[in-house]
């Protein structure tokens, strides 16, 4: 399922998207309130049930307004009674690719709708919401085309402060750290998406004490490793390592002392869709440094 999901053709934080619905794991009230965020679970919209996954995307009445201006074949679907998971495979037993695509953005547009309302945004006619959606997809399908190949194209260019990535693309920030005292590594991975917003950050403590460009490269494999599970597609990979950058860019078989690393670096990549592997400046990598420097101290091991 997962990987059927991963499959199409959206924008990545659609995917994701879709991938936290599924997995339970969205802000609802719902989850904010077992988390003992927030003391009311009940719907802002409705103003009747309690605030799940399920409940904003399809069973709320807002939310079947929706879906009753969308597409034939899924207004047949949308008020069942079944988990996220379940509805995505009803949907794939009756829709064709096309179609769960539409369905999937339009998911997310009446999430969107309901984060900005809950922000003090306004509250999109239905109709606009489908449009907005046909819109947006159609826009990401014209640019993958123009795109094309199976690298991200960008500019050649070495920066000095981090740059967010453009519209559907994740960025990768790796660093390590090593402690000469207690004879430990740290690795720290930020995941950030074009917004800057820091999708997942890894602080990890290693009780090893390797060579600084076999420990650039554990923190570039831990990276990936990262972005795989969470079914990153497309993904811009920054370290400040050139050594092991160049080494994982490099098609020859690496037979250096961190190539074995680097060679496992390489198999994970073959998963990733669109991926590149950029040399930036410290500058550009201070939060991910950052991150390795406080698993030093560690041991830490967190996600
Ligand atoms: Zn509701």
């Known amino acids: 399922m997962w990987k059927l999901i991963w499959a199409l053709e959206v924008p990545n934080n659609v995917c994701v998207f879709i991938w936290k619905l599924c997995n339970n794991?969205?802000?609802?009230?719902?989850?904010?309130?077992?988390?003992?965020?927030?003391?009311?679970?009940?719907c802002m919209f409705c103003e009747r049930e309690v605030e799940t996954g399920k409940h904003v995307i399809w069973q709320c009445p807002t939310a079947q307004d929706v879906w009753g201006v969308g597409p034939r074949?899924?207004?047949?679907?949308?008020?069942?009674?079944?988990?996220?998971?379940?509805?995505?495979?009803?949907?794939?037993?009756?829709?064709?690719?096309?179609?769960?695509?539409?369905?999937?953005?339009?998911?997310?547009?009446?999430?969107?709708?309901?984060?900005?309302?809950?922000?003090?945004?306004?509250?999109?006619?239905?109709?606009?919401?489908?449009?907005?959606?046909e819109r947006r997809l159609q826009e990401y399908k014209t640019a993958?085309?123009?795109?094309?190949?199976?690298?991200?194209?960008?500019?050649?260019?070495?920066?000095?402060?981090?740059?967010?990535?453009?519209?559907?693309?994740?960025?990768?920030?790796?660093?390590?750290?090593?402690?000469?005292?207690?004879?430990?590594?740290?690795?720290?991975?930020?995941?950030?998406?074009?917004?800057?917003k820091i999708n997942a950050a890894l602080c990890k403590t290693v009780e090893a004490y390797l060579e600084p460009v076999i420990a650039e490269a554990m923190g570039a494999l831990r990276a990936i490793e990262l972005c795989r599970e969470m079914w990153i597609q497309e993904v811009i990979f920054e370290g400040d390592c050139k050594t092991v950058v160049q080494a994982i860019n490099c098609k020859e078989y690496q037979w250096s002392r961190y190539g074995q690393v680097v060679e496992d670096s390489k198999t994970l990549l073959g998963d990733i869709r669109r991926w590149e592997m950029r040399h930036v400046n410290r500058g550009a990598n201070t939060t991910a440094h950052g991150l390795a420097k406080f698993a030093i101290n560690g041991p830490i091991d967190r996600i």
Not at 25 to 42: Q, S
Not at 102 to 125: D, E, K, M, P, Y
Not at 156 to 183: C, H, M, Y
């Open 25 to 42: 794991i969205l802000p609802t009230k719902a989850n904010l309130l077992r988390k003992g965020v927030v003391k009311d679970a009940t």
């Open 73 to 133: 074949k899924i207004q047949k679907c949308h008020s069942l009674d079944i988990e996220a998971l379940d509805f995505m495979e009803l949907l794939w037993s009756k829709c064709n690719k096309e179609e769960i695509e539409l369905c999937v953005q339009i998911a997310w547009g009446i999430w969107s709708r309901r984060n900005s309302v809950l922000h003090g945004g306004l509250f999109t006619h239905p109709v606009q919401v489908v449009h907005t959606a």
């Open 144 to 196: 993958q085309a123009k795109e094309g190949g199976t690298y991200i194209d960008v500019e050649e260019k070495r920066e000095i402060k981090w740059q967010s990535p453009s519209v559907g693309i994740f960025k990768a920030n790796w660093d390590v750290a090593l402690n000469n005292t207690s004879k430990c590594m740290g690795i720290g991975v930020l995941v950030r998406d074009h917004l800057g």
